[in-house]
């Protein structure tokens, strides 16, 4: 159980040392792909023991639970892991095409898996401090890749993502130690009920407040999403691609696990703050969206305003609610990553990201077109794509609870997102090239190409095969509701295992 | 500015240093001191160098590159915590072998992998700290 839970974590850092030593020669980038297969298998066989079991949980070093560090995977961290995984190895596929020797040789690929291996971690583990961890592991290979190469440009955006990072991690241990100070366990099953018997609940609101300002950062919410765009449009498209799928989501993640399993004391309070603050993080992002000119610059606002949908999902606290957020997590992964590395290609045919200085993509590469079309509509929610059912239930939830303004809000956005969208497709792709390039696919080498059209064509298919037949995908997505919603079963996996590993113990001692 | 007092104290203080930081990363194994204190100092101990004759001689003096030192030093952590899946243990439990008694009070020494991750850490923490250190006295 405790190897099915932990090889997703090992394999990334097993394979980034591995690439990191070979990585002067070829085989460091085919150990990455290698390295990312594996890690594919395993998140599958994990999905697989989930869905027949329920939660699998372990021990690391056979420290029983509460005081070890606990892995535990319910439905939520099962799908988070394997969609990791998806999109971990169609950027290192991407990665082949792009990644230039000298970054290469700078240690890319192992920073790369580094940070799926934090990614991973920051899902998997039932540990407060732990979490904290995989997010410093995760702070850290995200700012040398977000650096790496060491342009101006790159060390401006660099220096704002771990300025405010920092900010956002001092508050997570601050919360930490309060919730230490006032329970005296970090486990997040064994939190569960202890802090419902603190005597001072409003420090417990506060606390939760500050988890909630701190994952707020990592998820780019309102107000507290400026580092974002400031940073997404700098590094290899390669690195924002997985940048914009996984890392804000981890954020999200966390505020999910957080918000269902500890801190439901006073939901009037917390949730509240949480749904305002959704909806006009969908409203601002949105908006910053349709101020920009760069390909790049849209879409990272545009990750923003989809974050509100997610944590809106959250807010909401209904089955349907929680249930819309998750597959909105799942389906938003997909996309947005996707949504980057067509970005990326449509750049380097058309010689830029800069919408004005750009065009004629349509034209002269017909089938890019088609395949931006995909995500790009997802992401606005047109039927049949992923994106409609998302925003479907997760409209569906706030008209349930009587939230016209919220569900407003959010048919609002859907229509201000697809003028973004219309913008990005007007501008590189519909209208002719200013300088009269013809940004047709001869102008990168064929394996270069193959390498980029093959992650983009996966995920594309992908978005379609949840658009079509979204029923087991939403059943999927009420599951994990359910088990988020009654966090019984994940304390009883926890807990309740680790009696049973102290009994095997005792029997072994005598 | 070079002092030849200092570089001569660097040669001196380079093989003392280094001698007290795997000290440390021993003695860490029962009593304060430890893989990371070790690091640091053993990385002290290169980084005098490099402030005495320069980051090249640094470098020079180190033979290996430190973000591989680092790398392989994860690598021995991440080794010493798989090891345990030989013996079907779950991961990062500690595996000891006592020699010469069979317990912590009769053994004479042991050998176990919880050293063997201090080894890794140590390697880490030098790795890591000396890749920082030079690159940054090579840009002043």
């Given amino acids: 159980m405790i190897w099915a839970l932990s090889l997703p974590i090992f394999i990334p850092f097993v394979t980034g040392i591995a690439a990191f030593l070979m990585r002067s020669s070829d085989a460091g980038k085919w150990v990455s792909v290698g390295g990312a297969v594996a890690s ?13 079991e329920g939660h699998v949980t372990g021990q690391l070093g056979t420290w029983v639970a509460p005081f070890g560090i606990t892995l535990v995977a319910d439905l939520l961290a099962a799908v988070m892991v394997l969609i990791t995984a998806i999109t971990g190895l169609a950027v290192a596929i991407y990665a082949l095409g792009e990644v230039s020797e000298r970054l290469e040789r700078l240690g890319y690929h192992a920073l790369y898996h580094f940070l799926l291996a934090g990614v991973c971690g920051a899902f998997l583990t039932g540990d407060l401090f732990n979490l904290y961890v995989w997010f410093e592991v995760m702070l850290i290979a995200s700012f040398g890749l977000l650096v790496l190469g060491g342009s101006r440009e790159q060390i401006d955006g660099g220096i ?9 991690t001092i508050m997570f241990l601050a919360g930490i130690g309060l919730i230490y100070g006032m329970t005296g366990t970090l486990n997040m099953a064994d939190l569960s009920g202890a802090i419902a018997e603190v005597e001072n609940q409003g420090l417990v609101t506060v606390v939760a407040m500050m988890f909630m300002v701190a994952f707020g950062v990592k998820a780019a919410m309102f107000p507290l999403f400026f580092w974002l765009p400031a940073s997404y449009h700098t590094p290899l498209f390669s690195v924002s691609a997985v940048f914009a799928g996984l890392l804000t989501k981890v954020g999200v993640y966390a505020l999910m696990r957080m918000f269902t399993l500890i801190f439901t004391g006073d939901v009037g309070f917390t949730h509240e703050v949480l749904l305002w603050a959704s909806a006009l993080t969908m409203l601002t992002g949105v908006l910053g969206a349709a101020a920009q000119t760069d390909f790049r610059k849209i879409l990272s606002f545009h990750i923003i305003s989809q974050i509100g949908y997610m944590t809106l999902g959250l ?6 609610g929680i249930m819309g ?28 990201t800069d919408l004005n200085r750009i065009g004629g993509l349509y034209k002269s590469s017909p089938m890019l077109g088609a395949l931006f079309i995909i995500p790009a509509f997802s992401l606005a929610g047109f039927p049949p794509l992923s994106g409609f059912w998302a925003k479907y239930l997760i409209v569906k939830a706030s008209l349930e609870i009587e939230a016209w303004f919220i569900a407003f809000i959010a048919l609002l956005v859907g229509l201000l997102t697809v003028f973004s969208m219309t913008k990005i497709w007007a501008e590189a792709f519909w209208k002719p090239h200013p300088d009269k390039v013809e940004p047709h696919f001869g102008r990168v080498t064929k394996p270069v190409l193959w390498a980029s059209l093959t992650p983009i064509i996966g995920l594309a298919v992908l978005t379609i095969i949840i658009g079509l037949g979204p029923q087991p995908f939403v059943e999927f997505a009420e599951r994990a509701a359910e088990q988020l919603l009654d966090p019984s079963a994940y304390v009883e996996a926890v807990l309740g295992a680790s009696e049973d590993a102290t009994g095997d113990a005792a029997e072994e001692a005598q | 500015m070079k002092s ?3 570089m001569t104290a660097a040669r001196l203080l380079l093989v003392l240093m280094l001698v007290f930081s795997i000290f440390m990363l021993l003695r860490g194994h029962n009593e304060p001191g430890g893989g ?3 690091g640091l100092i053993g990385a002290t101990a290169f980084i005098v160098q490099a402030v005495a004759a320069g980051a090249a001689e640094a470098r020079r003096v180190l033979r290996v590159s ?22 079907f243990d779950p991961p990062f439990t500690g595996q000891w072998h006592w020699v010469g008694g069979d317990s912590y009070e009769t053994a004479a020494f042991s050998l176990n992998t919880v050293l063997v991750f201090d080894v890794g850490v140590y390697l880490v923490v030098l790795g890591s700290v000396l890749s920082l250190a030079l690159s940054l006295e090579e840009e002043v």
């Fill in chain 1, 315 to 320: 807010a909401i606290f209904t089955p349907l």
């Fill in chain 1, 325 to 352: 957020g998750v597959f909105y997590l799942v389906h938003h992964i997909i996309v947005k990553a996707n949504l980057f590395l067509i970005a990326g290609l449509g750049g380097r045919l058309a010689g830029g």
């Fill in chain 1, 40 to 52: 594919l298998a395993a998140s599958i066989f994990l999905m697989a023991m989930v869905l027949a």
């Fill in chain 2, 4 to 6: 030849i007092i200092l």
């Fill in chain 2, 66 to 87: 430190p973000e591989a030192l680092a790398m392989v030093g994860l690598g021995i952590a991440l080794a010493s915590g798989l090891f345990a899946g030989v013996v």
């Fill in chain 1, 160 to 168: 704002k993502y771990v300025a405010l990072n920092l900010v956002s």
């Fill in chain 2, 36 to 38: 990371f204190i070790g």
